[in-house]
């Protein structure tokens, strides 16, 4: 990204230059002013007043639309990897027994020998919950190409993996509730496009997420 290296500009982009100094916004799937606020760090006020925002009360924001955050600051995710060690708690999360659908998309690739997974498309930002309860057991940077990554261990022989998220929530031993939001979508990693590359691993062997999806 531009953001990120400024030796990628190019002659003939344009360039969004920012009346004040802060952040430049486009609102996602599932985000409110409150979230939105949150994750750079100021009060929503400095949203909804800021006069080029043209918010009015109730202040409903739509999927697309372009906010600038005053005084805002961009969150850095440090490209590290976070893995559990050790025996998993006793009162850790543990799962149900059943999974259900981790995003809502439209599958781009399915489960085959050299693609023991299955990719679900879907817009950057749209939300990522997890399939079963369970233990975060991985959360980060993957470097063979997943891009930021998470693992969550169901305690009954079934693991779930969660590839080229844009955001992660919950961090290394946490414990998750089925359904709980984990993440977002997102590109990063060797990855072509915006989407979820979902994994279900059963005793150490992955296996056909399309096998145990309703």
């Known amino acids: 990204k531009l953001e990120d290296n400024p030796d ?3 002659i003939g982009q344009e360039l969004i230059i920012l009346p004040v100094p802060g952040v430049y916004h486009t609102v996602e799937p599932g985000e409110t002013l409150e979230s939105i ?3 750079y760090k100021v009060d929503v006020s400095a949203i909804t007043e800021y006069p080029l925002n043209r918010l009015r009360p109730p202040h409903e924001l739509q999927v697309g639309q372009k906010l600038i ?3 805002g600051r961009k969150p850095y995710i440090p490209r590290v990897v976070h893995a559990y060690r050790g025996p998993i708690p006793e009162n850790a999360a543990q799962g149900t027994g059943s999974f259900g659908w981790p995003v809502s998309g439209v599958i781009t690739q399915k489960y085959w020998d050299r693609h023991r997974a299955i990719d679900i498309g879907a817009p950057k930002g749209t939300p990522v919950y997890a399939a079963d309860s369970g233990f975060v ?3 980060g940077w993957n470097d063979a190409g997943y891009g930021y990554m998470l693992i969550i261990d169901h305690r009954n ?4 993996l969660y590839a080229h998220l844009s955001w992660y929530y919950p961090e290394v031993g ?6 709980e939001l984990i993440g ?6 060797r990855s072509t496009g915006p989407h979820l590359h979902f994994e279900i691993i059963k005793n150490g062997v992955k296996r ?5 999806l309703p």
């Open 174 to 179: 946490d414990s998750v509730a089925k359904g």
């Open 37 to 39: 606020a949150k994750k």
């Open 137 to 139: 057991t991985y959360a």
């Open 69 to 71: 955050v005053p005084g």
């Open 157 to 160: 022989g079934f693991q779930t």
């Open 8 to 10: 990628l500009l190019a």
């Open 184 to 189: 977002r979508v997102g590109s990063t990693g």
């Open 208 to 212: 056909n997420p399309l096998g145990f």
